[in-house]
């Protein structure tokens, strides 16, 4: 298994920042894909941000150029820096792995426990 804890949560005013951290530990060997995935209030849960284990990212539209993900393979980290935020970024943001395991082959999906980012008009 592997356990996924997110930090950074909390409650900011709009068009300020806060950075989420996502530590992975347990049987991390064959991680690939990290990211983070949100969910608001009555809205199904959504991507805004992946990491491929050799760097690349991919951003949901409503984040571009505000959001940035980036990610330590040495101390198995993803972190989530958020600037500019609005009131519509209000969400849980959970944490997401991809493990990829051989012999058999298999691909598993992990996920945090979710931290709240609140942002105020």
């Known amino acids: 298994q592997v356990q996924l804890v997110e930090s950074g949560g909390g409650l900011v005013q709009a068009g300020g920042s806060l950075r989420l951290s996502c530590a992975a530990s347990g049987s991390i060997s064959g991680i690939r894909d990290m990211g983070w995935y949100r969910q608001a209030p009555g809205k199904q849960r959504e991507l805004v941000a992946v990491i491929t284990s050799g760097g690349r990212t991919n951003y949901a539209d409503p984040v571009k150029g505000r959001f940035t993900i980036s990610r330590d393979n040495a101390k198995n980290t993803v972190d989530l820096q958020m600037n500019s935020l609005k009131p519509e970024d209000t969400a849980v943001y959970y944490c997401?792995?991809?493990?990829?395991?051989?012999?058999?082959?298999?691909?598993?999906?992990?996920w945090g426990q979710g931290t709240q980012v609140t942002v105020s008009s």
């Open positions: 997401k792995a991809e493990r990829i395991s051989y012999t058999p082959t298999r691909v598993d999906y992990f």
